[in-house]
């Protein structure tokens, strides 16, 4: 039986030791693990639609959604309501670690320092870029 928190805001921590952090850059919604710090555009609601599946609202109100555009999986923070692209499955590696896996059955992961740590959604399998610490706030 489904009996978790229904909303519970969270940042994520990268493997880099950074935030991830939702973005409105000229209504870009871009995503990134880049903040050094928690302030409030690193805070994201975890919304439970299930035992492990989830959606994740940003303080902008809006979703982050693993959008095919162009297969660049980008992961974008403006989607205005939950849909398919905006329904993650949340994998607890260990205590305190997930992994997200995209309605695409790709694994989130952080992409490269020189493109600005942008979240992709598209990993095949899992591995360290794609492991998140759960920060419950």
């Not at 695409?104 to 360290?128: F, T």
Request: glycine share 8%; net charge neutral.
């Amino acid at each position: 039986m489904f009996d978790r928190m229904y909303r519970r805001d969270i940042a994520l921590k990268t493997c880099h030791n950074r935030f991830v952090t939702a973005l409105n850059h000229q209504g870009g919604w871009r995503v990134n693990g880049l903040a050094h710090r928690l302030l409030g555009w690193e805070i994201l609601s975890l919304i439970y639609l299930s035992d492990t599946h989830v959606a994740l609202k940003t303080a902008h109100s809006r979703y982050l959604s693993a959008a095919d555009e162009d297969h660049r999986w980008q992961i974008y923070g403006g989607a205005d309501r939950i849909l398919g692209w905006e329904v993650f499955e949340m994998v607890e590696v260990e205590p305190g670690r997930i992994s997200l896996l995209t309605s695409h059955g790709r694994w989130v992961r952080v992409g490269a320092e020189s493109l600005g740590y942008p979240l992709l959604g598209d990993a095949p399998s899992q591995r360290p870029e794609c492991v998140f610490t759960r920060v419950f706030l």
